[in-house]
């Protein structure tokens, strides 16, 4: 009887340890599994006139880059081609057709938001300031239309964590829907512009071959 229960004593002092060690083990390895290596940086783009795109209807995107999830300054490039460019709401190629006013221009890190602690863009501080960006950063950047630099004022650029159905890192190079609320007109130049955006025209990014947007991307 008594190396009955010392048996059990034993057993029971057993499966006890092993259910604490599993209980301490398991989340450190949803931890580990929790951030991304690399994540997929798309460019967004919309013409207003002729509807094309740089996505499907299912938006799967047509250019896209790697940015890797490690600490530091990297340097990237993305590149949409117009004969990779979609009819909007289709999964139809589009390599007929002009541009004529940008409706978006933009760049998405899928999911970074996720992984690190950015605060939503539309946050003040306590002086009533949007917050800005710190663990995730967009600097540097270059677009050229047509292999050709246009001039961009950098500190028009808006960043961060701007759409919140998503947990996207974005830099609104261009957006009809910041504007439209300022009585915003498409052609030409118009104060809006001037006052809000990176250029003053929203022609400016009309291509015929490729548009490329060049950019240093930091994660401290």
Request: glycine share 4%; with cysteine.
């Amino acid at each position: 009887m008594k190396t009955s229960k010392l048996v059990k004593m034993i057993t029971g002092v057993a499966l006890s340890t092993a259910l604490v060690v599993t209980s301490v083990a398991a989340p450190a390895a949803k931890k580990a599994e929790a951030k991304a290596k690399k994540y997929k940086c798309n460019l967004v783009y919309m013409d207003d006139a002729s509807k094309i795109t740089s996505f499907k209807a299912n938006n799967k995107y047509s250019a896209t880059t790697t940015v890797k999830n490690t600490k530091g300054t990297k340097r990237y490039k993305v590149t949409l081609k117009r004969s990779n460019c979609y009819k909007q709401g289709t999964n139809t190629k589009s390599a007929k057709g002009n541009m004529k006013y940008t409706r978006v221009l933009c760049l998405d890190v899928v999911n970074a938001v996720k992984d690190h602690k950015v605060k939503r863009a539309d946050k003040v501080n306590k002086a009533g300031k949007k917050v800005k960006p710190t663990k995730l950063k967009f600097s540097n950047v270059v677009i050229k239309v047509d292999g050709k630099k246009i001039k961009i004022r950098q500190a028009k650029l808006n960043q961060g964590w701007i759409e919140y159905n998503t947990k996207n890192y974005r830099l609104d190079i261009f957006n009809i829907w910041n504007y439209s609320a300022n009585n915003y007109k498409h052609g030409g130049s118009n104060k809006v512009l001037k006052q809000r955006c990176c250029v003053t025209k929203d022609t400016v990014f009309n291509f015929k071959k490729s548009l490329s947007v060049e950019f240093s991307f930091t994660i401290k």
